[in-house]
């Protein structure tokens, strides 16, 4: 049997969640950067299923790969990060500091290569600002369109929608990281990410650092959306509900019922 008892695996999360606290900040922007132009890469993967199948289910289906890359290779998610950091701090394993600094250096490793990502993609799929019309550019145009102007539309209603959509999805994302860890195999970790990663995708929830790609690409793409329109109607709202949802959902309630000290689980 390759699987680790829930016990092991939250004592090992935290453990995570402490050593990404202390490494210095270059490691965590260079993870952050990698981070955030693979899970660009797998959205227009995503895209381009759904397009090409007709059903958006299959492009969910096919989003995980970027996931597993980042998992497996050990890199810096900033909404991983919001459940596991918290963990170690909760475990006297890091500081509030040490939180509050991971926390700001993954995510502008995930912003600086979700947008570098765009920005090569931008170029790949326009020819160098030749092509204005493709399936691939309005598909992109109309989910950044979603994830902000349908949510300007409606006021205050759209922000606590976006918080709220976030508050799952990070639910679920935080979950794809915890599962990483309850196989000694590589397929087996594989396999156990593949499912709340589909999960999340597939209910089109709000995730931060997807939005750090989809967002500025489509401004790139001359969609009608403004940075103040990106960061008010979804940025701002999708980080913090991923904080909840990943501290409260995932960091907190699995360390209240599964935390044990390494000690005590080897007894």
């Not at 994302?173 to 196989?183: E, W, Y």
Request: glycine share 10%.
């Amino acid at each position: 049997m390759d699987s680790l008892k829930p016990a092991k695996i939250v004592s090992d999360f935290a453990s995570i969640g402490a050593y990404k606290s202390h490494l210095p900040l270059k490691d965590i922007l260079i993870r952050g950067f990698l981070s955030g132009g693979y899970l660009g890469f797998a959205t227009v993967l995503a895209f381009s299923a759904s397009l090409q199948t007709g059903m958006n289910i299959i492009g969910a289906l096919v989003f995980p790969v970027g996931f597993v890359m980042i998992i497996l290779m050990g890199l810096e998610l900033v909404t991983g990060n919001f459940a596991a950091v918290p963990m170690a701090v909760m475990s006297h394993q890091t500081s509030i500091k040490n939180l509050v600094y991971n926390w700001i250096a993954a995510f502008s490793g995930n912003l600086i290569g979700s947008i570098f990502f765009g920005g090569l993609y931008y170029i790949a799929i326009t020819k160098m600002g030749h092509i204005h019309e493709s399936d691939i550019i309005n598909k992109i145009i109309s989910v950044a369109s979603d994830k902000t102007l349908v949510y300007k539309e409606i006021g205050t209603d759209g922000w606590i929608t976006c918080f709220t959509k976030a508050i799952l999805c990070n639910w679920m994302v935080t979950m794809g990281v915890v599962m990483g860890l309850v196989s000694t195999s590589t397929i087996g970790k594989i396999v156990a990410i593949w499912l709340p990663i589909f999960t999340f995708f597939g209910l089109g929830l709000e995730h931060c650092v997807v939005n750090m790609f989809v967002i500025p690409t489509s401004i790139m793409l001359q969609a009608p959306i403004s940075i103040s329109d990106w960061w008010i109607w979804n940025q701002i709202p999708a980080t913090l509900g991923n904080i909840i949802g990943g501290f409260v959902f995932t960091g907190l309630l699995l360390y209240l019922t599964h935390y044990k000290k390494e000690t005590e689980i080897q007894n």
